[in-house]
Protein backbone atom coordinates (compact mmCIF):
# COMPACT_ATOMS: atom_id res chain seq x y z
CA UNK A 1 0.00 0.00 0.00
CA UNK A 2 1.28 3.44 -0.21
CA UNK A 3 0.80 6.18 1.94
CA UNK A 4 -2.51 8.46 1.98
CA UNK A 5 -0.36 11.36 0.51
CA UNK A 6 1.09 8.85 -2.49
CA UNK A 7 -2.90 8.14 -3.28
CA UNK A 8 -3.78 11.64 -3.03
CA UNK A 9 -0.84 12.83 -5.44
CA UNK A 10 -2.72 10.32 -7.97
CA UNK A 11 -6.33 11.75 -7.39
CA UNK A 12 -4.30 14.97 -8.02
CA UNK A 13 -3.12 13.80 -11.54
CA UNK A 14 -6.45 12.67 -12.34
CA UNK A 15 -8.29 16.42 -11.44
CA UNK A 16 -5.31 17.96 -13.73
CA UNK A 17 -7.02 15.62 -16.32
CA UNK A 18 -10.43 16.66 -16.05
CA UNK A 19 -8.79 20.40 -15.35
CA UNK A 20 -7.62 19.97 -19.03
CA UNK A 21 -10.79 18.82 -20.40
CA UNK A 22 -12.68 21.95 -18.96
CA UNK A 23 -14.34 19.73 -16.13
CA UNK A 24 -13.91 21.05 -12.44
CA UNK A 25 -11.35 19.45 -11.16
CA UNK A 26 -11.39 16.95 -8.98
CA UNK A 27 -9.86 13.40 -9.15
CA UNK A 28 -10.66 9.73 -7.14
CA UNK A 29 -8.59 6.94 -6.22
CA UNK A 30 -10.29 3.50 -5.07
CA UNK A 31 -7.88 0.97 -2.97
CA UNK A 32 -9.66 -2.18 -2.97
CA UNK A 33 -8.35 -4.53 0.48
CA UNK A 34 -5.64 -6.30 -2.09
CA UNK A 35 -4.45 -3.00 -3.47
CA UNK A 36 -5.60 -2.77 -6.48
CA UNK A 37 -6.32 0.78 -7.86
CA UNK A 38 -9.25 2.49 -9.80
CA UNK A 39 -8.47 6.00 -10.62
CA UNK A 40 -11.20 8.56 -12.21
CA UNK A 41 -11.98 12.00 -12.38
CA UNK A 42 -15.00 14.56 -12.45
CA UNK A 43 -16.85 14.52 -16.00
CA UNK A 44 -20.27 15.36 -16.05
CA UNK A 45 -19.79 17.63 -18.83
CA UNK A 46 -18.44 15.48 -21.15
CA UNK A 47 -20.21 12.14 -20.57
CA UNK A 48 -23.42 14.13 -20.59
CA UNK A 49 -23.71 12.96 -17.04
CA UNK A 50 -25.43 14.77 -14.15
CA UNK A 51 -24.31 11.93 -11.71
CA UNK A 52 -20.26 12.10 -12.97
CA UNK A 53 -18.70 13.47 -10.25
CA UNK A 54 -14.97 11.53 -9.69
CA UNK A 55 -15.90 9.21 -6.90
CA UNK A 56 -19.39 8.32 -8.63
CA UNK A 57 -16.86 7.36 -11.93
CA UNK A 58 -14.54 5.37 -9.58
CA UNK A 59 -16.94 3.84 -7.63
CA UNK A 60 -18.73 2.48 -10.66
CA UNK A 61 -15.65 1.45 -12.08
CA UNK A 62 -14.53 -0.75 -9.60
CA UNK A 63 -17.75 -2.05 -9.41
CA UNK A 64 -17.89 -3.37 -12.57
CA UNK A 65 -14.60 -4.64 -12.24
CA UNK A 66 -14.85 -6.52 -9.40
CA UNK A 67 -18.78 -7.91 -10.16
CA UNK A 68 -20.09 -6.58 -6.99
CA UNK A 69 -22.41 -3.72 -5.94
CA UNK A 70 -20.45 -3.54 -2.91
CA UNK A 71 -16.78 -2.49 -2.16
CA UNK A 72 -16.13 -4.20 1.19
CA UNK A 73 -12.72 -3.19 2.92
CA UNK A 74 -12.12 -0.14 0.38
CA UNK A 75 -10.07 3.21 0.72
CA UNK A 76 -11.84 6.18 -0.84
CA UNK A 77 -9.29 9.27 -1.96
CA UNK A 78 -10.61 12.66 -3.42
CA UNK A 79 -9.15 16.00 -3.81
CA UNK A 80 -12.36 17.59 -3.08
CA UNK A 81 -14.82 17.17 0.66
CA UNK A 82 -17.77 15.00 -1.09
CA UNK A 83 -21.22 16.39 -1.72
CA UNK A 84 -24.33 14.60 -0.87
CA UNK A 85 -24.33 12.66 -3.68
CA UNK A 86 -21.60 11.01 -3.73
CA UNK A 87 -21.40 10.58 0.15
CA UNK A 88 -24.54 8.67 -0.25
CA UNK A 89 -22.49 6.32 -3.05
CA UNK A 90 -19.65 5.80 -0.08
CA UNK A 91 -22.39 4.69 2.28
CA UNK A 92 -24.20 2.23 -0.42
CA UNK A 93 -21.00 1.02 -1.41
CA UNK A 94 -20.11 0.25 2.07
CA UNK A 95 -16.42 1.84 1.66
CA UNK A 96 -14.78 1.67 5.12
CA UNK A 97 -12.70 4.63 4.96
CA UNK A 98 -12.56 7.92 3.00
CA UNK A 99 -9.33 10.27 2.89
CA UNK A 100 -10.26 13.83 1.29
CA UNK A 101 -8.28 17.04 0.11
CA UNK A 102 -9.56 20.15 0.17
CA UNK A 103 -12.85 21.44 2.62
CA UNK A 104 -16.10 22.52 0.16
CA UNK A 105 -17.69 24.61 2.63
CA UNK A 106 -20.34 25.93 -0.01
CA UNK A 107 -21.63 21.84 -0.59
CA UNK A 108 -19.62 19.32 1.45
CA UNK A 109 -21.46 16.73 3.06
CA UNK A 110 -19.07 15.07 5.27
CA UNK A 111 -18.23 17.47 7.53
CA UNK A 112 -18.99 21.21 6.23
CA UNK A 113 -22.71 21.23 5.96
CA UNK A 114 -23.53 17.83 6.84
CA UNK A 115 -22.12 15.02 8.77
CA UNK A 116 -23.34 11.85 6.40
CA UNK A 117 -20.15 9.47 7.05
CA UNK A 118 -21.09 9.36 10.58
CA UNK A 119 -24.71 9.74 10.82
CA UNK A 120 -25.98 6.94 13.22
CA UNK A 121 -29.35 6.57 11.76
CA UNK A 122 -28.09 5.56 8.06
CA UNK A 123 -26.85 1.55 7.94
CA UNK A 124 -22.98 2.18 7.73
CA UNK A 125 -20.31 4.39 8.73
CA UNK A 126 -16.92 5.42 7.34
CA UNK A 127 -13.88 6.25 8.67
CA UNK A 128 -12.75 9.60 7.83
CA UNK A 129 -9.88 11.84 7.56
CA UNK A 130 -9.51 15.30 5.73
CA UNK A 131 -7.11 17.64 4.74
CA UNK A 132 -4.45 15.89 3.01
CA UNK A 133 -2.81 17.75 0.62
CA UNK A 134 -5.14 20.25 1.32
CA UNK A 135 -3.20 23.02 0.13
CA UNK A 136 -2.10 21.52 -3.31
CA UNK A 137 -5.89 20.40 -3.57
CA UNK A 138 -7.41 23.92 -2.90
CA UNK A 139 -4.95 25.32 -5.35
CA UNK A 140 -5.78 23.46 -8.06
CA UNK A 141 -9.44 24.25 -7.75
CA UNK A 142 -9.05 27.78 -7.30
CA UNK A 143 -6.89 27.75 -10.43
CA UNK A 144 -9.16 26.38 -12.34
CA UNK A 145 -12.24 28.96 -11.83
CA UNK A 146 -9.60 32.02 -11.89
CA UNK A 147 -8.61 30.74 -15.01
CA UNK A 148 -12.03 30.17 -16.69
CA UNK A 149 -13.16 33.87 -15.79
CA UNK A 150 -10.03 35.42 -17.67
CA UNK B 1 -48.86 15.40 -19.57
CA UNK B 2 -50.33 13.03 -17.68
CA UNK B 3 -51.36 13.22 -13.77
CA UNK B 4 -48.96 12.62 -11.00
CA UNK B 5 -51.04 9.26 -10.34
CA UNK B 6 -50.23 8.23 -13.81
CA UNK B 7 -47.17 9.40 -13.61
CA UNK B 8 -46.42 7.29 -10.23
CA UNK B 9 -48.36 4.16 -11.74
CA UNK B 10 -45.78 3.95 -14.59
CA UNK B 11 -42.82 4.21 -11.59
CA UNK B 12 -44.69 1.53 -9.98
CA UNK B 13 -44.66 -0.74 -13.02
CA UNK B 14 -40.78 -0.63 -13.25
CA UNK B 15 -40.64 -1.23 -9.33
CA UNK B 16 -42.58 -4.05 -10.27
CA UNK B 17 -39.99 -5.24 -12.68
CA UNK B 18 -37.09 -4.50 -10.22
CA UNK B 19 -38.89 -7.22 -7.47
CA UNK B 20 -38.90 -9.77 -10.19
CA UNK B 21 -35.14 -8.99 -10.53
CA UNK B 22 -34.56 -9.43 -7.34
CA UNK B 23 -33.70 -6.01 -6.64
CA UNK B 24 -35.88 -3.85 -4.13
CA UNK B 25 -39.03 -2.46 -6.07
CA UNK B 26 -38.30 1.16 -6.83
CA UNK B 27 -39.16 3.09 -9.80
CA UNK B 28 -38.83 6.05 -11.31
CA UNK B 29 -40.09 8.48 -14.48
CA UNK B 30 -38.35 11.45 -15.38
CA UNK B 31 -40.68 13.79 -17.55
CA UNK B 32 -39.05 16.13 -20.21
CA UNK B 33 -40.74 20.01 -20.40
CA UNK B 34 -41.76 18.60 -23.97
CA UNK B 35 -43.29 15.80 -22.14
CA UNK B 36 -41.02 13.06 -23.26
CA UNK B 37 -40.57 10.07 -20.73
CA UNK B 38 -37.57 7.91 -19.21
CA UNK B 39 -38.67 5.09 -16.92
CA UNK B 40 -35.82 2.74 -15.10
CA UNK B 41 -35.93 0.98 -11.68
CA UNK B 42 -33.30 0.20 -9.02
CA UNK B 43 -31.02 -2.28 -10.47
CA UNK B 44 -27.42 -2.51 -8.04
CA UNK B 45 -27.38 -5.67 -7.92
CA UNK B 46 -27.63 -7.14 -11.43
CA UNK B 47 -25.44 -3.71 -12.50
CA UNK B 48 -22.96 -4.29 -10.38
CA UNK B 49 -23.17 -1.09 -9.10
CA UNK B 50 -23.84 0.64 -5.90
CA UNK B 51 -24.84 3.70 -7.63
CA UNK B 52 -27.99 2.43 -9.96
CA UNK B 53 -30.92 3.22 -7.72
CA UNK B 54 -33.73 4.15 -10.05
CA UNK B 55 -33.29 7.75 -9.50
CA UNK B 56 -29.86 7.71 -11.04
CA UNK B 57 -30.65 5.54 -13.54
CA UNK B 58 -33.37 7.16 -15.43
CA UNK B 59 -31.02 10.60 -14.64
CA UNK B 60 -28.30 9.23 -17.00
CA UNK B 61 -30.90 7.86 -19.11
CA UNK B 62 -32.23 10.84 -20.05
CA UNK B 63 -28.88 13.01 -19.74
CA UNK B 64 -27.37 10.42 -22.67
CA UNK B 65 -30.55 10.75 -24.56
CA UNK B 66 -30.72 14.85 -24.57
CA UNK B 67 -26.91 15.01 -24.99
CA UNK B 68 -26.46 17.52 -21.40
CA UNK B 69 -25.61 17.14 -18.01
CA UNK B 70 -28.49 19.20 -16.86
CA UNK B 71 -31.91 18.51 -16.73
CA UNK B 72 -33.70 21.78 -17.08
CA UNK B 73 -38.00 22.20 -16.37
CA UNK B 74 -37.53 18.11 -16.01
CA UNK B 75 -40.18 16.47 -13.32
CA UNK B 76 -39.35 13.24 -11.76
CA UNK B 77 -41.09 10.97 -9.89
CA UNK B 78 -39.88 7.81 -8.15
CA UNK B 79 -42.32 5.74 -5.82
CA UNK B 80 -40.02 5.93 -2.75
CA UNK B 81 -38.55 8.91 -1.04
CA UNK B 82 -35.11 9.46 -2.55
CA UNK B 83 -31.95 8.53 0.14
CA UNK B 84 -28.65 11.61 0.27
CA UNK B 85 -27.17 10.15 -2.90
CA UNK B 86 -30.39 10.44 -5.25
CA UNK B 87 -31.22 13.99 -3.88
CA UNK B 88 -27.82 14.71 -4.28
CA UNK B 89 -28.48 14.15 -7.99
CA UNK B 90 -31.42 15.64 -8.85
CA UNK B 91 -29.80 18.71 -7.11
CA UNK B 92 -26.99 18.43 -9.86
CA UNK B 93 -28.93 17.15 -12.85
CA UNK B 94 -31.49 20.92 -11.62
CA UNK B 95 -34.45 19.15 -11.85
CA UNK B 96 -37.63 21.25 -11.31
CA UNK B 97 -39.78 19.14 -9.59
CA UNK B 98 -39.91 16.01 -7.32
CA UNK B 99 -42.72 13.88 -6.52
CA UNK B 100 -42.66 10.47 -4.69
CA UNK B 101 -44.73 7.99 -3.35
CA UNK B 102 -43.89 6.39 -0.15
CA UNK B 103 -41.78 8.31 2.74
CA UNK B 104 -38.43 6.14 4.19
CA UNK B 105 -37.93 6.72 7.71
CA UNK B 106 -34.66 4.89 7.37
CA UNK B 107 -32.59 6.63 4.70
CA UNK B 108 -35.13 9.45 3.04
CA UNK B 109 -33.05 12.66 2.43
CA UNK B 110 -35.45 15.20 1.40
CA UNK B 111 -38.40 15.05 4.21
CA UNK B 112 -37.51 12.17 6.67
CA UNK B 113 -33.99 12.14 7.85
CA UNK B 114 -32.50 15.37 5.61
CA UNK B 115 -34.44 18.14 3.30
CA UNK B 116 -31.71 18.49 0.95
CA UNK B 117 -34.22 19.57 -1.80
CA UNK B 118 -35.08 23.01 0.40
CA UNK B 119 -31.68 23.58 1.67
CA UNK B 120 -31.31 27.63 0.84
CA UNK B 121 -27.19 26.93 1.12
CA UNK B 122 -27.40 24.11 -1.95
CA UNK B 123 -27.38 26.00 -5.47
CA UNK B 124 -30.48 24.55 -6.67
CA UNK B 125 -33.87 23.92 -5.01
CA UNK B 126 -36.76 21.82 -5.92
CA UNK B 127 -40.36 21.54 -5.41
CA UNK B 128 -41.32 18.70 -4.07
CA UNK B 129 -44.63 16.44 -3.01
CA UNK B 130 -44.68 13.20 -1.22
CA UNK B 131 -47.72 10.68 -0.61
CA UNK B 132 -48.88 10.07 -4.04
CA UNK B 133 -50.44 7.26 -4.29
CA UNK B 134 -47.88 6.70 -0.78
CA UNK B 135 -50.33 3.01 -0.08
CA UNK B 136 -49.26 0.98 -3.07
CA UNK B 137 -45.82 2.51 -2.82
CA UNK B 138 -45.53 1.10 0.42
CA UNK B 139 -47.60 -1.46 -0.13
CA UNK B 140 -45.38 -3.54 -3.16
CA UNK B 141 -41.77 -2.83 -0.80
CA UNK B 142 -43.57 -4.39 2.08
CA UNK B 143 -44.63 -7.18 -0.04
CA UNK B 144 -40.98 -7.69 -1.50
CA UNK B 145 -39.18 -7.76 2.14
CA UNK B 146 -42.13 -9.97 3.39
CA UNK B 147 -41.62 -12.83 0.14
CA UNK B 148 -38.16 -12.44 0.86
CA UNK B 149 -38.36 -12.99 4.45
CA UNK B 150 -39.79 -16.73 3.24
Redesign the interface.
Known sequence: MLSDEQYMEIALQQAELAAEQGEVPVGAVLVLAGGQQFSAHNA??L???????AE?QV??AA??A??????VGVQLFVTLEP???????I????IARVVYGASEP??G?VES??Q?LS?K???HQTELKGGVLADECSAQIKSFFKQRRK
Not at 66 to 71: E, H, K, P
Not at 83 to 89: D, K, P, R, V
Not at 91 to 94: F, M, P, Q
Open positions: PINHDATAHIIRCAIGNYRLCTMCAGAIHARKTALYLDRLN
